[in-house]
């Protein structure tokens, strides 16, 4: 049930249709100025929303973020120093003199679509989810009416403050859905992998569709379709060293009365891989 399949069979009829901008929908990245930060020093994150990794089109509402905090193996600090740059939001924090790995987890709030059926199902297979319009197809629960779809974006990066200490990568923030290293990125370089679960509501999701890639402005940027396993675990080989992200949708019918039709959960997770030496 996530997003950006490239095997759908009238995805060209499609593109036609609507255009080719309309494939690919705006991702949510968390990206840090810098990966390594020194005690007691600032961290600055972007907040880039864009198809292309890490760039941005478009800056972030402030009255949009729901929750931004900075999250450590022992506590969690809320982010407040929030401001625009260009087409950026940027995030920035004092950053105490304890060493050790931080979360930065900011959670957008939900927004509300009204559309018809057949845009909705447009939305599903342009969004990657064609096995998500199949199954709700047999099952009888697309609606032939009008539709209304709630959306709301999820995004974590991973910075580290001096040298060693205590990691902070597999603490759970609390997001509806979210992507959770099950291995510190720290102790990975090329050639190894990264093993990442899916979360929903603090399940594992299996047999879902993820994106892992490098950054778009490498000369040959990394693009990987990977299904997560019965466990909800996806594990990404680390080909290369650089920006990396995983990223990825989650598509469900909405709660009753909770005042949708369908809800789509973006997630999105940013770390960095170091070279071998």
Known sequence: MMRRSRQVPFLAGLLVALGA???????????????SIVPGGELTVRGQTSSRF??????????????????????????????HSGTSLVIRQSVSRAIGQR?????LHPRLVRESPE????????????EALERYQREGRLPVDSVTRRYAKYAK??????????????????????????????????????PVRLLFRGQPVAGAKLHAGTAAGDRDPEELVLATDAAGVIRIPLVRSGLWNSRGIHIVPADPGSGADWDVHWVTLVFQVAGRP
């Not at 901008?21 to 990966?35: E, I, Q, R, S």
């Not at 845009?119 to 064609?130: D, H, I, K």
């Not at 991973?158 to 040298?163: A, I, K, N």
């Not at 720290?186 to 190894?192: I, P, Q, S, Y």
Request: net charge negative; glycine share 8%; hydrophobic share 50%.
């Open 21 to 35: 901008t309309a494939l690919w929908a705006h991702d949510f990245w968390l990206v840090p100025d810098a990966f």
């Open 54 to 83: 890490p760039t941005s089109e478009s800056a972030v509402a402030i009255d949009r973020i729901a929750s931004a905090a900075l999250i450590d193996a022992n506590g969690t600090t809320p982010l407040q120093d929030l401001s």
């Open 103 to 107: 979360i930065v987890a900011v959670a």
């Open 119 to 130: 845009s909705f199902r447009r939305y599903l297979v342009l969004e990657g989810a064609p």
């Open 157 to 194: 990066t991973l910075v580290e403050v001096g040298r060693g200490g205590p990691g902070a990568f597999d603490r759970i923030v609390g997001h509806p859905a979210e992507l959770v290293p099950l291995v510190d990125p720290r102790g990975l370089a090329v050639g190894d992998s990264l």
